[in-house]
């Protein structure tokens, strides 16, 4: 897409980012007035899924506006993981020292033999695990060329050390097997809620293979987007990527708008009935503390 065209789509001014902002602090005095002086305190979450507009035809957001809508919402640190790749990281950190976010390096890969929807976030928890990172980054773009990508997890198992790994997507008891020989107790099996009918099947299911490896859940927000408004937006870039017009796309696009990054006290609502996997996106963030 050239430049000029991606500029057209996601504005290059602070005037395009001022009603997003308005929402927003409307949004956090709404909830926080529901929480009464009795309440129980939010439980501290951090959000570890999230993609910008540098995940080219995925991200509806650029980097510096997630950050500084994390910072109007009350977040302190937020991971941004493109997928298969690095590329938002600098812009994303230089606006995170602007608006007070502590920024998680990390990437969302998507390994061969896998469906589209089921990945493998690895976030380095130290400088060697960022070198390892970058070299199976490099190792997956050298192998096909620009434009495409190809890991194995065999390739992730000899670069693993220094990094944390979330499982996303389908938990094939196989696979997650698998994954967890190379990491051990740096492995978590994420989910998330699609406010789908499937979400209970789903959550289930990911809870079931959890249990029969000992592995923690953690809770994923899947954010594409800053803001409500750029659904749209999301949906003529998957189409872009398909090759479809949007009267074809159907079910191809994202049914609704849960894609979306939420302030800490939505989150807490969102998997209320799930402490411990909002507890365990805290935890990992505090083990990952690797910074540009």
């Not at 057209?8 to 997003?20: A, C, K, M, V, W």
Request: glycine fraction near 8%.
């Amino acid at each position: 897409m050239p430049a000029s065209a991606t500029r057209s789509l996601f504005g290059t001014s602070r005037e395009n980012l001022i009603s997003s902002e308005r929402n927003f602090s409307i949004r956090a005095v709404t909830v926080t007035s529901r929480r009464g002086p009795g309440s129980s305190p939010v439980v501290e979450s951090v959000e570890l899924q999230v993609a910008s507009a540098f995940s080219f035809l995925r991200g509806a957001s650029r980097p510096e506006e997630l950050v500084e809508a994390a910072a109007l919402m009350g977040h302190r640190r937020l991971a941004l993981t493109d997928r298969n790749g690095l590329y938002g990281v600098v812009q994303a950190y230089r606006a995170g020292q602007e608006h007070g976010v502590e920024i998680i390096p990390g990437a969302e890969l998507a390994l061969a033999g896998t469906q589209d929807d089921t990945t493998l976030i690895l976030l380095p928890r130290s400088r060697r695990g960022y070198g390892n990172l970058c070299r199976l980054l490099t190792l997956g773009r050298r192998r096909v060329g620009k434009g495409d990508f190809h890991l194995t997890l065999d390739d992730v198992a000899e670069r693993s050390d220094g990094l944390h790994a979330i499982h996303v997507g389908a938990a094939d008891p196989f696979r997650v097997s698998w994954e967890r020989e190379i990491f051990g107790d740096r492995l978590a099996l994420g989910f998330s809620r699609k406010l789908l009918p499937s979400d209970r099947a789903d959550i289930e299911a990911t809870e079931a293979v959890a249990a029969r490896y000992g592995l923690p859940l953690v809770a994923l927000g899947g954010v594409l987007m800053h803001a409500p408004e750029r659904k749209p937006m999301q949906d003529i870039l998957t189409c872009i990527r398909l090759g479809l017009r949007l009267d074809e796309a159907g079910r191809r696009l994202l049914p609704n708008g849960a894609a979306l990054l939420r302030s800490p006290e939505d989150r807490a609502t969102l998997f209320v009935d799930h402490p411990e996997a909002l507890e365990e996106s805290r935890r990992i963030a505090d083990l990952c503390t690797f910074r540009l």
